[in-house]
């Protein structure tokens, strides 16, 4: 049995762009679509498991009124007959009928168990059940269908009911993050947004009336080709001037321009209820306008419209502040409308790094008896021969790492990296150097200044060193390095940069992969799912299994490549962990000792696993080679190779 979550989403800006850019396939005048959509903190918790048949079940007393459980045989006519009556469930079914059509899957047993998501209010209920539908069969079935995938399947599932319904409603299955999404003719592109301040939206249901149905009819009988003058403008509507906002929108997003992006969310009304709202007397919304337009309200907002296919549905502000925030949904509830909160946050940028240094390097005995084995001298490109330690801070400081945390096995080995990053040379020896290695000296010096440092006391595993370095991580996403393993990067940007960049679209736990044979995955823990991009660089983990038996790996964690190859990924030694990481750490540790096994070893991968589970992860191939030495046959290679 899994268990899933699907957010309902709000539609920021480019409300029905979605349906009007597909008519390019019919009309090459008309403009891509272009939409601002984020997925909310709302939606729909359920269990899922494989069954004969399809069924669905509730126990969330949020449905209680509109629902009966429902349970169809995997016949698809019978399916498709359900999608086309209209019913409750015709979403679903619809669904599943395209499943069982074109993957020849068996069924599914759905039980919601919450629904924090209203319905038939513009947050995309509809969408949301079809995409939790569209995931279950593609987990529980092993389907190896990335996002997109299952957005695509969803809205395939929703057209073959009555609605006629646009492509950016599925963003719900992209998460609660903020993504740009293009729609050009059967082509859907999505792009991560960040924001550069807390944006406080507050959204609510306003109680009333909307047919949704109705007014997409009535905007579709405008496309492929405008015959009138209000026709026209539609088009224009939602096309050049959608676009002009939605560049405008990105820009205030980015840069932190709250009040601009509030004005910019009232001047987009003004232009729906002039071009679009005239086109259907279903977007007739008096009571969207009477709350737009509460003397109680403008002073707490910077802005306000409607949300989704618009209508009495919902309304959306964006308020003046935090406090503000509280206020108005304060203010919407006692007025009988359902009101929510949202906060979009500005993603951490990742200035911090850890560095576990505490093994002993057992597999470079005797040498470590006097040498810790991140001192070992590896000659570099440029002529110099640096220490393990010294290479990966620099490549730290050159991704503008600001601070760097070292796990250490005990006090007494602070004295090394002192001596060695805070100490300075002596004048006998500083005067042997050239000037451009007096230079230097500062370098390591400046770089002295950024390490703090933590110990791990009792050798209890991976995951127990990185979690003694949480009070410094401190909440912040941080860069984990391997302490035995180099990293170089094949183009101008470090390794370690190319993540944290990637990090800053996705805000999601996120771990660095490269592919090894099928005869060396039992040395390593393998990770599989599927690619999220065309270039196969981004991969939606959904499985990691440590140091599996090739037999088993052949048979379930394979991943294609894109000449339909399997090939077998494994960590490459730069992660980029979320806070949950560490909550979760101090779960395992905690549960050890309650159950006084204090000799258990806490193991990181046992942590991201479960955090994956709730929260999901993110593979990258970096452009890059990885050097292990943390062996002496790795070692030797890695002494011949790092500097070609």
Same mark, same amino acid.
């Given at each position: 049995?899994?268990?899933?979550?699907?957010?309902?989403?709000?539609?920021?800006?480019?409300?029905?762009?979605?349906?009007?850019?597909?008519?390019?396939?019919?009309?090459?005048?008309?403009?891509?679509?272009?939409?601002?959509?984020?997925?909310?903190?709302?939606?729909?918790?359920?269990?899922?498991?494989?069954?004969?048949?399809?069924?669905?079940?509730?126990?969330?007393?949020?449905?209680?009124?509109?629902?009966?459980?429902?349970? $169809?045989?995997?016949?698809?006519?019978?399916? &498709?007959?359900?999608?086309?009556?209209?019913?409750?469930?015709?979403? $679903?079914?619809?669904?599943?009928?395209?499943?069982?059509?074109?993957?020849?899957?068996?069924?599914?047993?759905?039980?919601?168990?919450?629904?924090?998501?209203?319905?038939?209010?513009?947050?995309?209920?509809?969408?949301?059940?079809?995409?939790?539908?569209?995931?279950?069969?593609?987990?529980?079935?092993?389907?190896?269908?990335?996002?997109?995938?299952?957005?695509?399947?969803?809205?395939?599932?929703?057209?073959?009911?009555?609605?006629?319904?646009?492509?950016?409603?599925?963003?719900?299955?992209?998460?609660?993050?903020?993504?740009?999404?293009?729609?050009?003719?059967?082509?859907?592109?999505?792009?991560?947004?960040?924001?550069?301040?807390?944006?406080?939206?507050?959204?609510?249901?306003?109680?009333?009336?909307?047919?949704?149905?109705?007014?997409?009819?009535?905007?579709?009988?405008?496309?492929?080709?405008?015959?009138?003058?209000?026709?026209?403008?539609?088009?224009?509507?939602?096309?050049?001037?959608?676009?002009?906002?939605?560049?405008?929108?990105?820009?205030?997003?980015?840069?932190?321009?709250?009040?601009?992006?509030?004005?910019?969310?009232?001047?987009?009304?003004?232009?729906?209820?002039?071009?679009?709202?005239?086109?259907?007397?279903?977007?007739?919304?008096?009571?969207?306008?009477?709350?737009?337009?509460?003397?109680?309200?403008?002073?707490?907002?910077?802005?306000?419209?409607?949300?989704?296919?618009?209508?009495?549905?919902?309304?959306?502000?964006?308020?003046?502040?935090?406090?503000?925030?509280?206020?108005?949904?304060?203010?919407?509830?006692?007025?009988?409308?359902?009101?929510?909160?949202?906060?979009?946050?500005?993603?951490?940028?990742?200035?911090?790094?850890?560095?576990?240094?505490?093994?002993?390097?057992?597999?470079?005995?005797?040498?470590?008896?006097?040498?810790?084995?991140?001192?070992?001298?590896?000659?570099?490109?440029?002529?110099?021969?640096?220490?393990?330690?010294?290479?990966?801070?620099?490549?730290?400081?050159?991704?503008?790492?600001?601070?760097? $945390?070292?796990?250490?096995?005990?006090?007494?080995?602070?004295?090394?990296?002192? +001596?060695?990053?805070?100490?300075?040379?002596?004048?006998?020896?500083?005067?042997?150097?050239?000037?451009?290695?007096?230079?230097?000296?500062?370098?390591?010096?400046?770089?002295?200044?950024?390490?703090?440092?933590?110990?791990?006391?009792?050798?209890?595993?991976?995951?127990?060193?990185?979690?003694?370095?949480?009070?410094?991580?401190?909440?912040?996403?941080?860069?984990?390095?391997?302490?035995?393993?180099?990293?170089?990067?094949?183009?101008?940007?470090?390794?370690?940069?190319?993540?944290?960049?990637?990090?800053?679209?996705?805000?999601?736990?996120?771990?660095?992969?490269?592919?090894?044979?099928?005869?060396?995955?039992?040395?390593?823990?393998?990770?599989?799912?599927?690619?999220?991009?065309?270039?196969?660089?981004?991969?939606?983990?959904?499985?990691? &299994?440590?140091?599996?038996?090739?037999?088993?790996?052949?048979?379930?964690?394979?991943?294609?490549?894109?000449?339909?190859?399997?090939?077998?990924?494994?960590?490459?030694?730069?992660?980029?962990?979320?806070?949950?990481?560490?909550?979760?750490?101090?779960?395992?540790?905690?549960?050890?000792?309650?159950?006084?096994?204090?000799?258990?070893?806490? +193991?990181?991968?046992?942590?991201?696993?479960?955090?994956?589970?709730?929260?999901?992860?993110?593979?990258?191939?970096?452009?890059?080679?990885?050097?292990?030495?943390?062996?002496?046959?790795?070692?030797?290679? $890695?002494?011949?190779?790092?500097?070609?």
């Amino acid at each position: 049995m899994l268990n899933l979550f699907v957010p309902g989403r709000l539609c920021l800006f480019g409300e029905h762009t979605d349906w009007a850019g597909h008519y390019r396939t019919m009309n090459a005048d008309i403009l891509p679509g272009a939409a601002i959509v984020t997925g909310i903190e709302q939606g729909i918790y359920a269990e899922v498991e494989k069954s004969p048949t399809f069924e669905m079940y509730n126990e969330a007393p949020e449905l209680s009124d509109v629902w009966s459980d429902f349970s $169809c045989r995997m016949n698809e006519s019978e399916l &498709k007959a359900v999608a086309r009556s209209g019913s409750f469930f015709c979403y $679903c079914a619809g669904v599943a009928s395209y499943m069982l059509e074109w993957y020849k899957v068996g069924g599914v047993r759905i039980r919601i168990t919450k629904m924090t998501l209203p319905i038939k209010s513009g947050l995309s209920s509809s969408a949301a059940i079809c995409v939790l539908v569209a995931r279950a069969f593609n987990q529980l079935y092993k389907l190896n269908l990335n996002t997109l995938g299952e957005m695509n399947i969803a809205y395939v599932g929703e057209l073959r009911t009555s609605s006629r319904c646009g492509r950016l409603d599925q963003a719900c299955a992209f998460g609660v993050k903020p993504n740009l999404m293009i729609f050009d003719g059967d082509e859907i592109e999505v792009k991560p947004l960040n924001v550069k301040k807390p944006l406080h939206w507050v959204f609510a249901d306003l109680g009333s009336e909307k047919d949704t149905i109705r007014i997409l009819s009535d905007l579709n009988k405008a496309y492929p080709f405008a015959t009138t003058e209000a026709e026209q403008n539609l088009h224009k509507a939602l096309g050049e001037w959608n676009h002009e906002m939605i560049e405008r929108a990105m820009n205030y997003m980015a840069t932190g321009q709250k009040e601009a992006l509030g004005r910019l969310m009232t001047e987009s009304e003004e232009m729906f209820d002039k071009f679009i709202a005239p086109m259907s007397p279903a977007l007739w919304a008096p009571k969207l306008h009477e709350v737009l337009n509460d003397p109680k309200i403008l002073p707490l907002v910077y802005g306000g419209k409607g949300v989704g296919s618009h209508g009495d549905g919902s309304v959306q502000f964006l308020a003046c502040n935090e406090e503000a925030q509280h206020q108005l949904v304060d203010y919407l509830n006692a007025q009988d409308m359902r009101a929510y909160s949202l906060t979009l946050h500005p993603v951490h940028t990742v200035r911090k790094a850890i560095i576990p240094v505490a093994g002993f390097g057992t597999r470079l005995y005797p040498s470590t008896r006097s040498l810790k084995k991140d001192f070992f001298p590896i000659p570099c490109a440029d002529g110099k021969v640096r220490p393990v330690i010294l290479i990966l801070l620099e490549e730290l400081v050159r991704s503008g790492i600001e601070e760097i $945390c070292l796990v250490l096995g005990s006090e007494e080995e602070r004295a090394l990296y002192t +001596e060695f990053f805070e100490r300075q040379l002596s004048d006998e020896h500083m005067s042997k150097l050239n000037a451009e290695n007096q230079e230097y000296e500062n370098h390591i010096l400046d770089i002295g200044k950024r390490l703090h440092y933590v110990y791990q006391h009792e050798k209890r595993g991976f995951g127990h060193a990185v979690y003694q370095a949480a009070e410094f991580a401190s909440n912040e996403p941080v860069l984990l390095l391997l302490g035995d393993t180099l990293y170089r990067s094949n183009t101008n940007k470090p390794c370690a940069l190319q993540m944290i960049e990637k990090y800053e679209h996705y805000n999601q736990l996120m771990v660095s992969i490269h592919p090894i044979p099928l005869a060396e995955v039992s040395h390593y823990g393998i990770l599989s799912g599927v690619w999220e991009n065309k270039e196969h660089t981004l991969l939606n983990v959904d499985t990691m &299994k440590e140091k599996p038996k090739a037999s088993y790996a052949e048979e379930f964690l394979g991943v294609r490549n894109s000449e339909g190859k399997k090939e077998y990924y494994s960590v490459f030694g730069q992660y980029i962990l979320t806070p949950e990481v560490f909550e979760q750490l101090a779960l395992d540790i905690s549960k050890a000792d309650a159950e006084g096994d204090k000799t258990r070893e806490i +193991e990181l991968t046992a942590a991201l696993e479960t955090v994956r589970q709730k929260h999901g992860m993110i593979g990258i191939c970096l452009n890059g080679t990885m050097y292990d030495m943390g062996n002496p046959r790795a070692l030797r290679n $890695c002494v011949l190779s790092f500097a070609e």
